[in-house]
């Protein structure tokens, strides 16, 4: 708050208000969104009021049970979760032997890594899909969740290399001198070190899972598997008159992702810099 209100005292009169203007466009649509969810469809289309004359909580239960998204946030959590997990467990290791190690060939096996970033997953769509059926993992969380870190590995990679290469090379050449391992090196003092990108990297993983529909409708075919971006356009099939309802829906499946970020604001938009600038 005080880093916000020093902005206010000595930022220039016409960014401050340029800035403002950009926030209100960018927030009043979520506004409009989220208080919609407490109207009817009389007050959503007849009143001028972003706050609701009544509040519709049973909206809420109308999307929670008859959209059945509990099942559905089961699901999404185990998906987001796991490619959280294994995409910081590869990309941690891998980004440090870029940055850190004497690879052979090591510069070529980046750039690779950086040629995953340019690929558009409808490129790839349909041999990515081939090998999840050899697996036997089509209709499967497990599936999902392997071909969400191996499209987003090559981004992660990046961004791990461009912090561990900001560390002082000096600390692992100390630390080698007295008989550590480079196993050791990684975990004990540049992980910690790190810390920063790594938080940017789940951050990152976790919304792009958590709102990922692409692959999730291509994977998942049963009802019991499918994640909140499927459930989402089911309700609205089944209720495309109830505005109040879907918008409730709608809330529902932005408030954790919209959490997560708020709190992880300052690490995940520090990470992202970082990757940017350092590499």
Request: no cysteine.
């Amino acid at each position: 708050m005080k880093s916000l209100l020093r902005f206010v005292r000595e930022a220039n009169p016409f960014v401050f208000f340029a800035l403002t203007v950009l926030t209100a466009v960018s927030l009043v649509p979520f506004l409009w969104v989220i208080t919609s969810a407490f109207k009817d469809n009389t007050e959503i289309f007849g009143s001028m009021s972003l706050l609701p004359e009544t509040w519709q909580w049973a909206n809420f239960e109308a999307a929670w049970l008859g959209g059945q998204f509990g099942r559905y946030f089961i699901n999404t959590i185990i998906v987001a979760v796991g490619t959280t997990a294994i995409s910081v467990a590869v990309a941690a290791p891998a980004g440090y032997a870029f940055a850190k190690t004497q690879l052979k060939y090591a510069s070529w096996l980046f750039y690779l890594y950086l040629f995953g970033i340019t690929l558009p997953i409808e490129s790839i769509i349909v041999p990515l899909f081939f090998q999840v059926k050899d697996l036997g993992l089509v209709n499967s969380h497990l599936g999902l969740i392997l071909a969400l870190v191996g499209t987003g590995v090559p981004f992660g990679v990046y961004l791990m290399r461009s912090f561990f290469r900001d560390l002082p090379d000096a600390l692992g050449e100390a630390a080698r001198l007295d008989g550590a391992s480079e196993w050791e090196i990684f975990f004990r003092i540049m992980m910690p070190l790190a810390k920063p990108g790594l938080l940017a990297l789940g951050v990152f993983s976790f919304l792009g899972a958590w709102n990922e529909y692409f692959l999730s409708i291509l994977l998942l075919i049963t009802e019991d598997t499918r994640t909140i971006p499927l459930g989402l356009v089911r309700f609205q099939q089944t209720n495309m008159t109830d505005y109040g309802a879907m918008f409730a829906a709608i809330t529902l499946a932005i408030i954790p992702s919209l959490l997560i970020y708020v709190v992880l604001q300052r690490q995940f938009i520090s990470g992202l810099a970082a990757g940017a600038t350092k590499g």
